[in-house]
């Protein structure tokens, strides 16, 4: 894809002038990753924020224990590292490509410099950190107030939103990664995923799946049980 055009369609930059958008790209450097492998890692200098263009990025931490606790799936048009800008200091996460992916990256000082000339790239960006924020805040309440099914209604609630309140949505990534996301593991998930398909509430195909009753997945993830 056309730089110039992707730039235009990320939400972050949108409004600004085709000049505007010129000094952007002058900013900018593209960045390919194979499957798997790492971006950037817990600790390290905080020096910008990414955007993918192409693939699937996650972000997560990890326990003492090396547990693995996914806290966002970035596709493309979405940034990531963004606080780094703000803040200058490490990145507080990891990131790694879950499959073949590339990314820009704009450096944290050519960034400040291109905001304090143009004011609304930071309204842009404020944006998205209250919204990446309100993520935050949904991800922390289902994690600790919500039982494990709740979690998967509400995430297949959230997929169909994504993806245009479609009754048919795909997963994006691998049942191993929904677990970890939704602070489970990938047996259990399979298993509340197959109850869900007996009780008429969703049917499946490999990764695509159907919502069939979408009062009572809202039901499952307002608390009621399974």
Do not use: W
């Not at 879950?98 to 960034?111: C, G, N, Q």
């Amino acid at each position: 894809m056309e730089l110039m055009s992707f730039l235009k369609q990320v939400p972050l930059f949108a409004g600004l002038t085709a000049p505007q958008y010129d000094e952007l790209a002058m900013i900018i450097t593209l960045q390919d990753y194979a499957r798997g492998q790492s971006i950037f890692a817990e600790g390290d200098p905080g020096t910008g924020f990414y955007v993918v263009m192409e693939g699937l990025v996650k972000i997560y931490k990890l326990s003492i224990e090396g547990k693995e606790q996914i806290l966002h799936i970035f596709g493309p048009g979405e940034p990531f590292a963004e606080a780094a800008v703000f803040i200058g200091s490490t990145f507080p996460a990891h990131a790694l490509a879950l499959e073949k992916s590339r990314t820009i990256f704009i450096p944290r000082h050519a960034f400040i410099e291109l905001i304090q000339a143009n004011p609304a790239l930071a309204m842009n960006m404020l944006a998205a950190l209250s919204m990446r924020l309100k993520k935050f805040a949904h991800l922390i309440e289902d994690l600790s107030l919500k039982e494990v099914p709740g979690r998967v209604a509400a995430h297949l609630l959230y997929l169909s939103t994504q993806q245009g309140d479609s009754d048919t949505v795909k997963l994006n990534i691998g049942k191993a990664q929904l677990a970890s996301l939704l602070g489970t593991i990938p047996e259990t998930l399979s298993r509340i995923l197959s109850k869900l398909g007996k009780q008429g509430l969703i049917s499946s195909d490999g990764p695509q799946i159907t919502i069939l009753d979408r009062d009572g997945l809202e039901d499952l993830a307002m608390g009621e049980k399974l």
